[in-house]
């Protein structure tokens, strides 16, 4: 996990510049690919996953290390071309996780997030799940394991090739000619996060697109058909934490109103968007049949909202690297307490963005559990002795968010969106 944090204080920088970067180009060729609160909100999104995964909550039912000790037949060195077997062999078994990801019912919920914005740009890229806790692919390694690919070589190889997911989130980049046929390109990606039907559940590879082609799901990106992004049923909100769970919530409803006891056990291993259909003609879903019908979510935020909203992502963005880069230096109990603290805060202030009730009893947790923090450390986590006076200062953010909060809510009432699908149809 060391690591891991360490990794991230040189990645997450590297992200940033790159999203920095695509706005900028995007400007001077004249075209808006960044929305504010979207781009708040996949941030977040990004964040919540850091700090899930420095509190050690990603569980492997079987270690790798453990399955390849117990079913390799082969003994073999560490060498180059063992490193290119593994990122192949990883690449292999990214394609299959996301196809279930995408075709299993309970198992969208790992991924809804990513599919969330409706935008596709650079910062998207981040929005990771935070409800994807246990890992249940491992029998996806097997093939690896047989080979007898190291533990450690997996492990240096698997943050390489996630990580090299990131670039081909841009509408900014054409078609790149031959490299078509062999990568997962923009064009590629473009179609993967696309509502349009022609693009449902197509090209799931995540770095060479052969997977799709082999096995039957890949779908170039036509001039005539523009990809809409986001997802067929509209999360309408900017709480990464809510996406990460709204999934779910709707199965667990539908298991709970449906009168077939076999329903209600077949429904999460069912199609993803499958309904009973007492339950699907008793409670219809709203959902986008023609994607280019689509209204985007919109709250409708004030300047002041806005504005607050971008100085809440930057104190937090600053906590959340306080953790990466002190870790080291944390106790278990430190990092969980800290990282706790961190998803309440960034609960907090996208429900705000939202201009949801939630926001104001979120942010009295968040202020109560910030003075709490304060008073158990004698500090805030150190940070004092880094800063001077910081301790001060984040009593001051703490106080200054919860009135802010207040007056937000009091001035802007949530925006009452009149918007619904052209048609409303039944998932069944």
């Known amino acids: 996990m060391e690591l891991y944090a360490k990794a991230l204080t040189f990645a997450i920088p590297f992200f940033l510049i790159l999203i920095i970067i695509e706005e900028i180009a995007a400007r001077r060729m004249k075209r808006q ?3 504010g609160m979207d781009t708040i909100s996949s941030l977040s999104s990004g964040m919540t996953n850091t700090l899930k995964n420095l509190m050690g909550l990603s569980i492997a039912i079987v270690s790798y290390g453990w399955l390849v000790g117990k079913v390799a037949l082969f003994h073999i060195e560490s060498t180059w071309l063992v490193y290119v077997v593994a990122f192949i062999g990883m690449d292999f078994v990214g394609y299959w996780s996301h196809r ?4 299993i019912n309970a198992f969208w919920n790992r991924h809804i997030v990513h599919h969330s914005s409706e935008e596709f740009n650079l910062s998207c890229a ?20 047989f080979l007898g690919v190291p533990g450690e070589v997996v492990a240096i190889v698997a943050p390489i090739h996630l990580f090299a997911q990131f670039w081909y989130h841009t509408r900014l980049i054409g078609k790149m000619g031959f490299l078509e046929h062999i990568l997962v390109t923009p064009s590629h990606h473009r179609v993967h996060h696309a509502i349009n039907d022609i693009y449902l559940d197509k090209n799931l590879s995540q770095i060479f697109i052969f997977w799709d082609k082999l096995f039957g799901t890949f779908q170039e990106e036509l001039d005539e058909e523009p990809p809409v992004y986001g997802v067929k049923k509209p999360v309408n909100t900017w709480n990464p934490l809510i996406i990460n769970y709204v999934h779910m919530w709707s199965l667990i409803q539908d298991a709970w109103r ?35 019908e689509q209204v985007k979510y919109d709250s409708k935020p004030s300047q002041t ?7 809440q992502l930057v104190v937090n963005f600053a906590m959340v ?6 870790f080291v230096n944390f106790q278990y109990l430190e990092v969980m307490l ?5 998803m309440v805060s960034i609960f907090a202030y996208t429900s705000l963005m939202d201009k949801a009730k939630v926001a104001l009893p979120a942010e009295i947790f968040r202020f109560v559990m910030g003075v709490g923090l304060i008073y158990w450390n004698g500090g805030w986590f150190g940070l004092q002795e880094i800063i001077p006076g ?12 919860l009135v802010m909060a207040f007056l937000i809510l009091s001035k802007e009432s949530k925006a009452k969106l009149d918007v619904k699908p052209a048609e409303l149809v039944s998932s069944n």
Do not use: E
């Open 33 to 35: 690919i960044n929305y």
């Open 100 to 103: 279930f990801d995408h075709k």
């Open 126 to 145: 981040l929005r990771q799940s935070v409800s994807a806790i246990v890992g249940i692919y491992f029998f996806l390694y097997i093939p690896m394991a």
């Open 258 to 292: 449906t009168k077939s006891w076999w329903d209600k056990l077949r429904i999460w291993f069912m199609p993803t968007g499958w309904r009973p259909d007492d339950v699907a003609k008793k409670y219809p879903w709203n959902y986008w049949k023609n994607a280019y």
């Open 305 to 311: 909202l806005f504005a607050w909203s971008w100085f």
């Open 321 to 326: 690297f306080h953790v990466l880069v002190a």
């Open 338 to 342: 800290y990282a706790i603290f961190m």
């Open 390 to 401: 910081a301790t001060v200062l984040v009593g001051i953010y703490l106080a200054s968010s």
